[in-house]
């Protein structure tokens, strides 16, 4: 890549998440390509500006190509699998910039793939949901060659608020996977927090926004409290993936002899989420299993909340949680 030009980046993986990003980069003037298996989920970025293709190897000439995807196993799939953007050695881009939740023994893998074919290779995870890209305030965590993050920095800028480099190797992964056992133990406090007031006839409108003016509160508090008082589950991170992101915690754990308590319990409630059937809501259904096993059945507030976003009037009926 010229330094006296604007690189061409692509885009893998345009759900929830990576829409709302790749959109940024297209907003911002990036010439950008996009891919998605199911191309009508990548077709809104046309509007921005960016062109949709109907191949991975389409994307092969790009200087940078970002991925945002729901497994290692499709990560894998998408770099080396046939028709993989790392699959033809005579054409290649230069950097890959991963964004997905994967563990870091699935990372350095992939890593050493990338270098071996000498692609440079960057885990870029994120914390945030497709609601909190939009409003400019998507945080990202950065591990690899750092004249490489130095190069790419400019781009996760224009994605989200703040980047944060956190050394060499996978462990962004770690800080990434960290980050949501922390998510989840806090959405199981605030749901037995909520559940007990509001046994004992507080309104949890009134509850959380006691809690979210306190010294407790948090952005986080704020932008699920609509969610908790309206019922709005409407997905944004699923409790099949959190498990997945309990999941790898806890192997770093036994792994590094951490001692998890909290975690552990936590992950007691989340797979009862999963194990409700209910896998293609929020995860915020951790709310409706305490209220069952408090014998409450709880009903939606119609009463508008501030999700701390939206930066003008409460939110009136929209659910938000934490993505990929």
Not at 92 to 100: A, E, F, N, R, Y
Not at 123 to 134: D, L, M, R, W
Not at 172 to 199: D, P, S, Y
Not at 262 to 284: H, I, K, M, N, Y
Request: net charge negative; charged share 20%; glycine share 10%.
């Amino acid at each position: 890549m010229s330094s006296t030009r604007s690189p061409k980046v692509g885009w893998i993986g345009t759900g929830r998440m990576g829409l709302a990003m790749a959109r940024r980069l297209a907003r911002a003037g990036t010439d950008l390509a996009a891919w998605n298996r199911t191309s009508a989920k990548a077709a809104p970025l046309a509007e921005d500006g960016a062109a949709v293709v109907e191949t991975v190897a389409e994307l092969r000439d790009r200087d940078i190509v970002f991925t945002m995807l729901s497994t290692g196993a499709d990560l894998e799939e998408v770099l080396l699998g046939d028709g993989g953007l790392l699959t033809d050695p005579e054409h290649l881009p230069g950097i890959v910039v991963d964004c997905s939740t994967i563990s870091p023994d699935v990372s350095a893998t992939i890593r050493a793939d990338c270098e071996e074919r000498g692609v440079a290779f960057l885990a870029a995870p994120v914390s945030g949901n497709g609601k909190v890209v939009a409003a400019g305030q998507l945080s990202l965590v950065v591990s690899g060659p750092e004249q490489v993050y130095d190069q790419v920095r400019p781009l996760l800028e224009h994605i989200g608020r703040a980047v944060t480099y956190a050394g060499e190797g996978e462990t962004a992964r770690l800080v990434k996977i960290a980050h949501n056992l922390f998510l989840g133990i806090v959405t199981q406090a605030m749901a037995e927090i909520t559940v007990l007031a509001e046994k004992g006839g507080v309104p949890r409108h009134a509850f959380l926004e006691f809690i979210n003016d306190s010294v407790m509160g948090s952005t986080f508090t704020r932008y699920k409290t609509p969610a908790f008082v309206h019922l709005d589950y409407t997905p944004t991170f699923t409790p099949i993936l959190l498990r997945k992101d309990f999941d790898l915690g806890l192997a770093a754990a036994r792994r590094l002899d951490v001692p998890m308590p909290l975690a552990s319990a936590t992950a007691v409630q989340v797979q009862a989420s999963v194990g409700s059937g209910r896998t293609d809501e929020d995860f915020a259904i951790l709310l409706d299993l305490q209220a069952a096993a408090s014998g409450i059945t709880l009903k939606p507030e119609d009463v508008p909340v501030d999700d701390g976003l939206s930066g003008d009037k409460p939110a009136a009926a929209a659910g938000t949680g934490e993505g990929r």
